[in-house]
T-cell receptor
């Protein structure tokens, strides 16, 4: 039931782009995205709802394909501060989030 | 607002001892979640409450784990007796009920069971 995230890890140079994917085996109502820096708690990035509504950071964009039960997070013109582990958390209608194992993003100068 | 408050931040105990982790939610948030994070298993939901009522405890690993929310401003997660495999970071997160609302995580409690 845990969603599958890909890639597991990615290394970028500052200014490069990245896409992180999240795929679920269950029907989804919404998808949450969070970022966790080493030694810190996860921090909210985005919520995408069935029907197209979104809420979150201005500098980060994401998509949600309800039929394919997939979501993607797009990080453009990456900055050093983007480094961390990204988690997707699909929701199936209750408030319960089941997080993926995460994608570790490293942005180098 | 002070954010989600967890205590203690670090706990080192010996196998067999009782451990109690505490969480104070953000004022007004009526959903509260307990997570456990390890390298092997990632970020797992243990239990969540809505309006102080446990809604889903399917993630609680075994009877040694119990959680309570006696009022809207306090929750505890208890492990009795503790075992070395319980070593992990335990996060409490709270949310204003509703699918369009994000979860706010506390700083976590790093538990080490020797």
């Amino acid at each position: 039931q845990q969603p599958v995230q890909s890639p597991q890890a990615v290394i970028l140079r500052e200014g490069e782009d990245a896409v992180i994917n999240c795929s679920s085996s269950k029907a989804l109502y919404s998808v949450h995205w969070y970022r966790q820096k080493h030694g810190e708690a996860p921090v909210f990035l985005m919520i995408l709802l069935k029907g197209g509504e979104q809420k979150g950071h201005e500098k980060i964009s994401a998509s949600f394909n309800e039929k394919k039960q997939q979501s993607s997070l797009y990080l453009t013109a990456s900055q050093l501060s983007y480094s961390g582990t990204y988690f997707c958390g699909p929701q199936g209608g209750s408030e319960k989030l089941v997080f993926g194992k995460g994608t570790k993003l490293t942005v180098n100068p | 607002d002070a954010g989600v408050i967890q205590s203690p931040r670090h706990e080192v105990t010996e196998m067999g001892q009782e451990v109690t982790l505490r969480c104070k939610p953000i004022s007004g948030h009526n959903s509260l979640f307990w997570y456990r994070q390890t390298m092997m298993r990632g970020l797992e939901l243990l239990i969540y409450f809505n309006n102080n009522v446990p809604i889903d405890d399917s993630g609680m690993p075994e009877d040694r784990f119990s959680a309570k929310m006696p009022n809207a401003s306090f929750s505890t997660l208890k492990i009795q007796p503790s075992e070395p495999r319980d070593s992990a970071v335990y996060f409490c997160a709270t949310q204003l009920s509703g699918a369009y609302n994000e979860q706010f995580f506390g700083p976590g409690t790093r538990l080490t069971v020797l």
